[in-house]
């Protein structure tokens, strides 16, 4: 039979840490801690296949097959607590929370404090002795059950919370400032309220029965799988639709019942810096809501935290202790307790671990572990601790990275000399490393406003994402290191500041004000996520510097992979770049780049219009010598590795001006009349330029060009070989579909080399090889490799073709098939292993039949993405080229391929 529930409790459990496909993440390292003696509440997690069946079969099928579980589980929980569902002297409260494979912070939905009603609060008010607190529990409960199950959600982003507005006009009539000034009776008078409203909206009444509300809720956790925001989460983080949520229902332990309880979140190193100092944040006396959601503020856990917070925040030490105090000095035996919990977890994963912890009445109860979320810095930073400590080795440090993210260390950090003079307005906490400047908005969803804009809350919440995403920074004036906003924006990678309590916003007039100075909209701002520092205006950036970690990376990359990386550029200045980052070579050099600037554009335009081929071949003299020392260049900043040198590729009519105004311009330059540019222009326009005169089409149709290319080459790489540079020149036929094409090519290339060697009395080495680009090209690589000495694959035009989708129009449907699912992702930007990569497959097995060491790498966008780059790792390929910015990337996700 297959087991849909699994329980755990009093150090015994059905799961384990490696069940995270079936039990999600939360639910097997809930069961490992009781296996391990951390103490955890009892509970149990309905799979992740239950999910998915929720999903296809419905709710009651789903429902009615797992019910006998469940209630031997909810048994379990009673047995082991001594609590009863709805009992009136003994009631069991559970929490209702979800928990995926891969972690999705806030993204779904959590029900706490369920099982109250009018007998369980009587219960809970006689057990605990505190009736207040009793009721406050019982308010929590029917507000977020309100708001999870029964969707009362707030009118417009305008509006606040239909509960908190109540909680507030209650407040106005008592007089009062704080919920903690409720007394019992406000709080009894505020369910009453509460229950009224959803009756009011919903026309329901709110459940008293612990089962409906169970089965309520398990139901919303399940239905929150598919909430937009998780949706959208799932989209950004590529993790598939098809996984689905467990649900664990745990018994609830209590944070909010006095002084010797609390709760907080810890992280056991800073998920910042990756520095190997626990830290996190707490508070006495309330519910983990409170601390993530940063409606109060957050203390520090450890002394030394709280103290850099104080400074940060200009409070004084005396305040500081006095109203701040960190866990370490208000309760030194909870944090003895925590601290030794944190290093046992650290110790037997292996990893940094972010923790959710409660006290309850003088108890430490573990809620939570799993492997923190953290930036690119912290990520590379960790990795190499942790392998120098001796905890994990080389293989396993180099899997820990994440090597898309390495893309945030190489953003640009504010100029040192522009930040001393920056105009501080406000500081807050570091919560995410990074600069960013940006015109202010309010509202996530007006994020994209501006091109670049910074999002200011008081404080984000799970449906912000999408603008979190959009915004180059956010800053939030409450919150603390471990809010929603900070969490999320480590993950994503983005700059962010938090718990400014300087900023203050008012969402209905759309303006920030901080020390009396007013912001409006639209103006700019400079957020400083690694100081917390907010400056006004725009401040300049500078490239970062790379930290010692960064290289150790990159040399366990080197230690491992089999595939080289190379680099599409088109200048030495690009080539240089990516020489640094580790490049080996160029994969991709486009000509045509090189054709359009001052005169050459103009020599250009006068080949284009050349009627004979002796007037094309008077133009195309005009270009050689620029050619040549481009050529020069790039191959001796790329000196000692091979340089692939395509051959014009772009379809005529992208040199000529398609406005007006420039078409004047033309004229006037070129001594001819607009009519004669408009005749022109009319003349190379092509209803598919992308399927039309352009690749190999154009040098076999103009081979004067072919020459023209082939000489500039060939004589840079003998001048330079003549200086003692060594040029490794590899000439490249672009969009070839048959063999003949490119073995046309290839014999004037070659003749060509033999003309200049013979002028020059001096030979160089070269290749020329083929770019495979077309599906009729990979089709015949056979043919195609008795003549070519390498392929690169071109997965730009493959794709296009391959799909038939125009690589300039798939715009306007594609993000449409993603949200419907059709495709999974853009096949632009990740190969489409299944259709295009199968014909990449082809072709290499193909060429290497005829060949078997044919050189082959891949130049398509795809070469930097670290996907498709283990693809091309496993058919075989000798390297990847991507642009110079991403070749640290290609190099992990290259020899992560090779370690398998
Ligand atoms: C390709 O088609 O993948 C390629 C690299 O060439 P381009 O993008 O210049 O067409
Ligand atoms: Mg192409």
Same mark, same amino acid.
């Given at each position: 039979m297959?087991?849909?529930?699994?329980?755990?409790?009093?150090?015994?459990?059905?799961?384990?840490?490696?069940?995270?496909?079936?039990?999600?993440g939360?639910?097997?390292?809930?069961a490992?801690?009781?296996?391990?003696?951390v103490?955890v509440?009892?509970g149990?997690?309905?799979?992740?296949?239950?999910c998915?069946?929720?999903?296809?079969?419905?709710?009651q099928?789903?429902?009615?097959?797992i019910k006998?579980?469940?209630?031997?589980?909810?048994?379990?929980v009673?047995?082991?607590?001594?609590?009863?569902?709805?009992?009136?002297?003994?009631?069991?409260l559970?929490?209702?929370r979800s928990?995926?494979r891969?972690?999705?912070p806030?993204m779904m939905?959590?029900?706490?404090?369920?099982?109250?009603?009018?007998?369980?609060?009587?219960?809970i008010?006689?057990k605990?002795g505190?009736s207040r607190?009793?009721?406050d529990?019982?308010?929590?409960?029917v507000?977020?059950?309100?708001d999870?199950?029964?969707?009362?959600k707030?009118?417009s982003?305008?509006?606040?919370?239909p509960f908190?507005?109540? /909680?507030?006009?209650?407040?106005?009539?008592?007089?009062?400032?704080?919920?903690?000034?409720?007394?019992?009776?406000?709080?009894?008078?505020?369910?009453?309220?509460?229950?009224?409203?959803?009756?009011?909206v919903?026309g329901?009444?709110?459940?008293?029965?612990?089962?409906e509300?169970l089965w309520?809720?398990?139901?919303?956790?399940?239905?929150s799988?598919n909430?937009d925001?998780?949706?959208?989460?799932?989209?950004?983080e590529?993790?598939?639709g098809?996984?689905?949520t467990?649900?664990?229902?745990q018994?609830m332990?209590?944070?909010?019942?006095g002084?010797?309880?609390?709760t907080?979140v810890a992280?056991t190193?800073?998920?910042?810096?990756?520095?190997?100092?626990?830290n996190?944040?707490?508070?006495?006396?309330?519910?983990?809501e409170?601390?993530?959601a940063?409606?109060?503020?957050?203390?520090?856990?450890?002394?030394?935290?709280?103290?850099?917070?104080?400074?940060?925040?200009?409070? $004084?030490?005396?305040?500081?202790?006095?109203?701040?105090?960190s866990?370490?000095?208000?309760?030194?035996?909870?944090y003895?307790?925590?601290?030794?919990?944190?290093?046992?977890l650290?110790?037997?994963?292996s990893?940094?671990?972010?923790?959710?912890f409660?006290?309850?009445?003088g108890?430490?109860?573990?809620?939570q572990?799993?492997?923190?979320?953290?930036?690119?810095?912290a990520?590379?930073?960790?990795?190499?601790?942790?392998?120098?400590?001796?905890r994990?080795?080389?293989?396993?440090?180099?899997?820990r990275i994440?090597a898309?993210?390495?893309d945030?260390?190489?953003?640009?950090?504010f100029?040192?000399a522009?930040?001393?003079?920056?105009?501080?307005?406000?500081?807050?906490l570091?919560?995410?490393?990074?600069?960013?400047?940006?015109?202010v908005?309010?509202?996530?969803?007006?994020?994209?406003?501006?091109?670049?804009s910074?999002?200011?809350r008081?404080e984000?919440?799970?449906?912000?994402?999408?603008?979190?995403?959009?915004?180059?920074? /956010?800053?939030?004036?409450?919150?603390g290191?471990?809010?929603?906003?900070?969490?999320v924006?480590?993950?994503?990678?983005k700059c962010?500041? $938090?718990?400014?309590?300087?900023?203050?916003?008012?969402?209905?007039t759309?303006?920030?004000?901080?020390?009396?100075?007013e912001?409006?909209?639209?103006?700019?701002?400079?957020l400083?996520?690694t100081?917390?520092?907010v400056?006004?205006?725009?401040?300049?950036?500078?490239?970062?510097?790379? $930290?010692?970690?960064f290289?150790?990376?990159?040399?366990?990359a080197a230690k491992?992979t @089999?595939m080289?990386?190379r680099?599409?550029?088109d200048?030495?200045?690009?080539?240089?770049v990516a020489r640094?980052?580790?490049?080996q070579?160029?994969?991709?050099?486009?000509?045509?780049?090189?054709?359009?600037?001052?005169?050459?554009?103009?020599?250009?335009r006068?080949?284009?219009?050349?009627?004979?081929?002796?007037e094309? @071949?008077? &133009?195309l003299?005009k270009?050689?010598p620029?050619?040549r020392?481009d050529f020069?260049?790039?191959?001796?900043?790329?000196?000692?590795?091979?340089?692939?040198?395509?051959?014009?590729?772009?379809?005529?009519?992208?040199?000529?001006?398609?406005?007006?105004?420039?078409?004047?311009e033309?004229?006037?330059?070129?001594?001819?009349?607009v009519?004669?540019?408009?005749?022109l222009?009319e003349?190379?326009?092509?209803?598919?330029?992308?399927l039309?005169?352009?690749g190999? @089409?154009l040098?076999n149709?103009?081979?004067e060009?072919?020459?023209?290319?082939?000489?500039?080459?060939?004589?840079?790489?003998v001048?330079l070989?003549q200086k003692?540079?060594?040029?490794?020149?590899?000439?490249?036929?672009?969009?070839?579909g048959?063999v003949?094409?490119?073995?046309l090519?290839?014999?004037?290339?070659?003749?060509?080399?033999?003309?200049?060697?013979?002028?020059?009395?001096a030979?160089?080495?070269?290749?020329?090889?083929?770019?495979?680009?077309?599906?009729?090209?990979?089709?015949?690589a056979?043919l195609v490799?008795?003549h070519a000495?390498?392929?690169?694959?071109?997965t730009?035009?493959?794709?296009?073709?391959?799909?038939?989708?125009?690589r300039?129009?798939?715009?306007?449907?594609?993000?449409?098939?993603?949200e419907?699912?059709?495709?999974?992702?853009?096949?632009?930007?990740v190969l489409?292993?299944?259709g295009?990569g199968?014909?990449?497959?082809?072709?290499v097995e193909?060429?290497?039949?005829?060949?078997?060491d044919?050189?082959v790498?891949?130049?398509?966008?795809h070469?930097?993405?670290?996907? $498709?780059?283990?693809?091309?790792?496993?058919?075989?390929?000798?390297?990847?080229?991507c642009?110079?910015y991403?070749v640290?990337?290609?190099?992990?996700?290259? &020899?992560q391929?090779n370690?398998?």
């Amino acid at each position: 039979m297959v087991k849909h529930v699994y329980t755990f409790g009093a150090g015994e459990a059905e799961g384990k840490a490696d069940m995270k496909n079936l039990l999600g993440g939360k639910g097997a390292n809930l069961a490992e801690m009781n296996l391990i003696g951390v103490p955890v509440p009892p509970g149990f997690t309905i799979t992740t296949e239950v999910c998915t069946m929720y999903n296809e079969q419905g709710q009651q099928a789903t429902f009615d097959l797992i019910k006998p579980e469940v209630e031997a589980a909810v048994a379990l929980v009673e047995k082991l607590t001594g609590t009863k569902f709805g009992d009136k002297e003994n009631p069991c409260l559970v929490s209702v929370r979800s928990g995926a494979r891969a972690s999705m912070p806030g993204m779904m939905d959590t029900v706490l404090n369920l099982g109250m009603n009018e007998d369980a609060v009587e219960g809970i008010s006689k057990k605990s002795g505190n009736s207040r607190f009793a009721w406050d529990s019982y308010r929590r409960f029917v507000q977020m059950y309100g708001d999870v199950v029964m969707e009362m959600k707030p009118a417009s982003k305008e509006e606040i919370d239909p509960f908190e507005e109540i /909680i507030e006009q209650l407040k106005e009539e008592k007089g009062i400032q704080l919920d903690t000034q409720f007394t019992t009776e406000d709080l009894q008078e505020l369910v009453r309220r509460f229950k009224a409203a959803v009756k009011k909206v919903t026309g329901k009444d709110f459940p008293t029965d612990p089962w409906e509300q169970l089965w309520g809720s398990v139901a919303a956790v399940f239905n929150s799988w598919n909430n937009d925001r998780a949706i959208l989460y799932r989209r950004l983080e590529q993790i598939p639709g098809e996984w689905g949520t467990a649900v664990n229902v745990q018994a609830m332990v209590f944070g909010n019942m006095g002084e010797n309880s609390g709760t907080g979140v810890a992280f056991t190193r800073d998920a910042a810096t990756g520095e190997d100092i626990f830290n996190g944040e707490y508070l006495i006396n309330a519910q983990g809501e409170d601390v993530v959601a940063g409606i109060r503020t957050p203390q520090e856990i450890t002394i030394e935290g709280s103290k850099r917070w104080a400074v940060l925040q200009g409070v $004084s030490e005396e305040d500081r202790t006095s109203k701040y105090p960190s866990l370490e000095e208000a309760m030194p035996e909870m944090y003895r307790q925590l601290n030794e919990t944190q290093q046992k977890l650290e110790d037997h994963y292996s990893d940094m671990q972010d923790l959710e912890f409660t006290i309850q009445e003088g108890k430490l109860w573990l809620l939570q572990t799993r492997n923190g979320k953290r930036t690119g810095a912290a990520m590379v930073n960790i990795a190499i601790d942790m392998l120098e400590e001796g905890r994990i080795d080389e293989k396993t440090a180099l899997n820990r990275i994440d090597a898309a993210k390495l893309d945030e260390l190489l953003h640009p950090v504010f100029d040192t000399a522009a930040m001393k003079t920056a105009t501080v307005l406000a500081k807050g906490l570091p919560a995410s490393p990074g600069a960013a400047t940006g015109q202010v908005v309010f509202f996530a969803d007006e994020a994209n406003k501006y091109p670049e804009s910074v999002l200011v809350r008081v404080e984000t919440s799970p449906e912000d994402l999408e603008g979190m995403h959009i915004a180059k920074g /956010i800053l939030t004036a409450r919150g603390g290191m471990t809010s929603h906003a900070a969490v999320v924006a480590r993950g994503m990678g983005k700059c962010c500041v $938090s718990g400014a309590g300087a900023v203050k916003i008012n969402y209905k007039t759309r303006v920030m004000t901080i020390d009396g100075v007013e912001f409006q909209q639209g103006d700019w701002i400079s957020l400083n996520g690694t100081t917390g520092e907010v400056y006004k205006g725009k401040v300049a950036t500078m490239d970062p510097e790379m $930290s010692g970690n960064f290289a150790k990376i990159m040399d366990l990359a080197a230690k491992y992979t @089999r595939m080289a990386v190379r680099t599409n550029a088109d200048s030495p200045a690009d080539a240089q770049v990516a020489r640094d980052f580790g490049a080996q070579g160029i994969g991709l050099c486009r000509t045509e780049h090189m054709f359009f600037e001052g005169e050459r554009i103009k020599a250009m335009r006068e080949m284009i219009l050349a009627k004979t081929e002796v007037e094309r @071949r008077k &133009a195309l003299d005009k270009l050689l010598p620029y050619q040549r020392e481009d050529f020069e260049g790039i191959l001796e900043a790329m000196a000692g590795y091979g340089v692939t040198i395509r051959l014009l590729d772009p379809p005529l009519h992208e040199f000529v001006p398609h406005e007006e105004a420039n078409q004047k311009e033309m004229a006037d330059e070129m001594g001819i009349s607009v009519e004669a540019v408009k005749a022109l222009v009319e003349d190379l326009h092509e209803f598919n330029p992308m399927l039309g005169h352009r690749g190999c @089409r154009l040098g076999n149709t103009y081979p004067e060009i072919t020459e023209m290319q082939a000489r500039a080459i060939i004589e840079a790489a003998v001048n330079l070989t003549q200086k003692g540079v060594d040029a490794r020149p590899e000439i490249m036929v672009p969009l070839i579909g048959t063999v003949k094409e490119f073995k046309l090519q290839a014999d004037i290339i070659n003749t060509t080399a033999e003309k200049v060697f013979a002028e020059k009395g001096a030979r160089c080495d070269y290749m020329v090889g083929t770019m495979i680009e077309i599906p009729r090209a990979a089709m015949t690589a056979d043919l195609v490799a008795e003549h070519a000495e390498f392929f690169s694959f071109g997965t730009n035009d493959l794709t296009q073709m391959t799909f038939g989708y125009s690589r300039d129009d798939a715009g306007k449907f594609l993000p449409i098939y993603i949200e419907k699912g059709i495709l999974k992702n853009d096949p632009f930007q990740v190969l489409d292993q299944e259709g295009v990569g199968q014909i990449v497959k082809i072709g290499v097995e193909k060429g290497r039949s005829t060949k078997p060491d044919l050189k082959v790498g891949i130049c398509g966008e795809h070469g930097g993405e670290p996907s $498709s780059v283990k693809f091309c790792n496993s058919v075989g390929m000798n390297y990847v080229s991507c642009s110079p910015y991403r070749v640290p990337i290609a190099r992990v996700a290259a &020899a992560q391929a090779n370690i398998g």
